[in-house]
Nanobody, 121 residues
């Protein structure tokens, strides 16, 4: 019914930048909050940044001032601009979206497949 497709990961040197994208498609009536998480090897999945449908944002302290989350509501897409990357940002990045489906008033949570970000020192 719904797919979240991520892109933009890769290998970058410390201090570099990457831009992640996550596009939602399917029988979508409305997309509410969209959130980026990340999971490093052997660690739990942590929230990186979230943005509401109205554009309000919230960031993890470790990325505040370096990462910017934004969204294109017309295309159900969320972005994560990552600047001044550090080796500790290395992780698989996942997007999550709270979505209301056509013909169903409930809100469901969907996940992307993840995209690897590797920052070399």
């Amino acid at each position: 019914q719904v797919q979240l497709v991520e892109s933009g990961g890769g290998l970058v040197q410390a201090g570099g930048s990457l831009r992640l994208s996550c596009a939602a498609s399917g029988t979508i009536f409305d997309v509410r909050a969209m959130t980026w998480y990340r999971q490093a090897p052997g660690k739990q999945r942590d929230l990186v940044a979230t943005i509401t449908s109205g554009g309000s944002t919230n960031y993890a302290g470790s990325v505040k001032g370096r990462f910017t989350i934004s969204r294109d509501n017309a295309n159900n897409t969320v972005y994560l601009q990552m600047n001044s990357l550090k080796p500790e940002d290395t992780a698989v990045y996942y997007c999550n979206a709270e979505i209301v489906l056509v013909g169903n008033p409930r809100r469901y949570s969907y996940w992307g497949q993840g995209t690897q970000v590797t920052v070399s020192s």
